[in-house]
């Protein structure tokens, strides 16, 4: 039995085709990325001392301004600090989930929590100015599954888009060799 070159595929009219060779540069910068991200969440995360400390008369300023515009009082310091939590999980979760085979994609739902665990962990067994939450926890993993439910809405309409383009070069083929016998 003789081996087939996997780099080639089979046709409708049964000749081989060359398969392209896959282009990785997207996954070269969502990995770039990733890695410029978790150091930013890492120095936010786990640095000695809160980031937002000496900052609290700046940011009762800054809730002064979005109450007198229209956001809701109920919306103070600890819900600030709770989005705050979400939004810098969601594009963890984003570029985590972009990097995840497609076929896995459902890990990133388990990595992002476990990290905001892990944080969590750390903060409190390591860090005595640091406060571990529960609440820190539910915030970040709700980043996670926004960032990742986003990806992967990006995904599907890339590979659906592909698949178009693919079926379209394809009939296209189909109707010029058909031409061409004509």
């Given at each position: 039995?003789?081996q087939?070159d996997?780099?080639?595929?089979?046709?409708?009219?049964?000749?081989?085709?060359?398969?392209?060779?896959?282009?990785?540069?997207?996954?070269?910068?969502?990995?770039?990325?990733?890695?410029?991200y978790?150091?930013?969440?890492?120095?936010?995360?786990?640095?000695?001392?809160?980031?937002?400390?000496?900052?609290?008369?700046?940011?009762?300023?800054?809730?002064?301004?979005l109450?007198?515009?229209?956001?809701?009082?109920?919306?103070?310091?600890?819900?600030?600090?709770?989005?705050?939590?979400?939004?810098?999980?969601?594009?963890?979760?984003?570029?985590?989930?972009?990097?995840m085979?497609?076929?896995?994609?459902?890990?990133?739902?388990?990595?992002?929590?476990?990290?905001?665990v892990?944080?969590?962990?750390?903060?409190h067994?390591?860090?005595?100015?640091?406060?571990?939450?529960?609440?820190?926890?539910?915030?970040?993993?709700?980043?996670?599954?926004?960032g990742?439910?986003?990806?992967?809405?990006?995904?599907?309409?890339?590979?659906?888009?592909?698949?178009?383009?693919?079926?379209?070069a394809?009939?296209?083929?189909?109707?010029r060799?058909?031409?061409?016998?004509?």
């Amino acid at each position: 039995m003789t081996q087939r070159d996997p780099t080639l595929t089979g046709t409708s009219d049964g000749a081989l085709a060359q398969r392209p060779e896959p282009d990785h540069t997207r996954a070269r910068l969502v990995l770039w990325l990733l890695g410029a991200y978790i150091l930013i969440v890492g120095l936010v995360t786990l640095s000695p001392s809160p980031i937002d400390g000496g900052l609290e008369s700046s940011i009762d300023k800054v809730l002064a301004v979005l109450h007198r515009h229209g956001v809701p009082e109920w919306f103070g310091y600890n819900a600030l600090e709770s989005t705050a939590n979400i939004a810098m999980f969601v594009p963890l979760a984003f570029l985590v989930s972009l990097l995840m085979p497609f076929r896995l994609w459902w890990l990133a739902f388990i990595i992002g929590p476990a990290l905001s665990v892990a944080i969590e962990l750390t903060q409190h067994s390591l860090l005595s100015a640091r406060f571990a939450t529960f609440a820190d926890v539910v915030a970040n993993s709700t980043g996670a599954v926004i960032g990742t439910l986003l990806a992967q809405g990006l995904r599907t309409v890339i590979r659906t888009r592909d698949e178009r383009i693919v079926t379209l070069a394809l009939w296209e083929e189909r109707a010029r060799r058909a031409g061409e016998i004509s």
